[in-house]
């Protein structure tokens, strides 16, 4: 059974930090690049921030870039988004996506809210 679970999201003042992660379960991680999208109040859903299965290449919306850092420990099968320097449009239900690198397998976790505001 496939099973991605977000964690870490909460209430923040802006200019904090906070770290997602998203634990997988019931697929061969490795194999797959992953992602982290969002969907802001009366938004459409976006990317975020991609990690390469390896873990060699990253990309960021322009958005976060400088602020935001994504990583993944293989060995744990677990990506995680480093969120720093917070803005209140960084306000959204934030959620773990898994991308078969060969094959066209995608996953998604269930997402977990960020609120930046004072």
């Known amino acids: 059974q496939v099973q991605l679970v977000e964690s870490g999201g909460g209430l923040v003042q802006p200019g904090g930090s906070l770290r997602l992660s998203c634990a997988t379960s019931g697929f061969t991680f490795s194999s797959y690049a992953m992602s982290w999208y969002r969907q802001g109040p009366g938004k459409e859903r976006e990317l975020v921030a991609s990690?390469?299965?390896?873990?060699?290449?990253?990309n960021y919306a322009d958005s976060v870039k400088g602020r935001f850092t994504i990583s993944r420990d293989n060995a744990k099968n677990t990506v995680y988004l480093q969120m720093n320097s917070l803005k209140p449009e960084d306000t959204a239900v934030y959620y773990c996506?898994?991308?078969?690198?060969?094959?066209?397998?995608?996953?998604w976790g269930q997402g977990t809210q960020v609120t930046v505001s004072s």
């Open positions: 996506n898994a991308k078969h690198v060969l094959r066209k397998y995608v996953f």
């Open positions: 990690i390469a299965n390896t873990g060699g290449s990253t």
